[in-house]
């Protein structure tokens, strides 16, 4: 049974930087690609980054875009998403997720296993 289980979440001034990590079990890690996604209080899950199931493509929002990278250690079965020059508007829950496919989308229909998600807050 797949199980994707994220952590690394917490409270954080603006400016400041998370790593956030997701493990998972029970699949073979590197045939899939992963994303990450977040909801904050009252609005739609949104697409956050993905990555290749070897980690050569990388996909980002704009609204992340050269302040959260991705990554993932095969040998290890887990995905990180670093996140840097933290804002407010970054607070909501993150989750990671398995792609159906080798390649990251950012499409929430390309993914069939969540995570539970993680709290991020972000003061000002």
């Known amino acids: 049974q797949v199980q994707l289980v994220e952590s690394g979440g917490g409270l954080v001034q603006a400016g400041g930087s998370l790593r956030l990590s997701c493990a998972a079990s029970?699949?073979?890690?590197?045939?899939?690609?992963m994303g990450w996604f977040r909801q904050a209080p009252g609005k739609e899950r949104e697409f956050v980054a993905s990555?290749?199931?070897?980690?050569?493509?990388?996909y980002y929002a704009d609204s992340v875009k050269g302040r959260f990278t991705t990554s993932r250690d095969n040998a290890k079965n887990t995905v990180y998403l670093q996140m840097n020059s933290l804002k407010p508007e970054d607070t909501a829950v993150y989750y990671c997720?398995?792609?159906?496919?080798?390649?990251?989308?950012?499409?929430?229909?390309?993914?069939?296993?969540w995570g539970q998600g993680t709290q991020v807050t972000v003061s000002s």
């Open positions: 990555i290749g199931r070897l980690g050569g493509s990388t």
């Open positions: 029970g699949l073979t890690f590197s045939n899939y690609a």
């Open positions: 997720a398995k792609s159906k496919y080798i390649s990251g989308s950012y499409s929430s229909y390309a993914y069939d296993y």
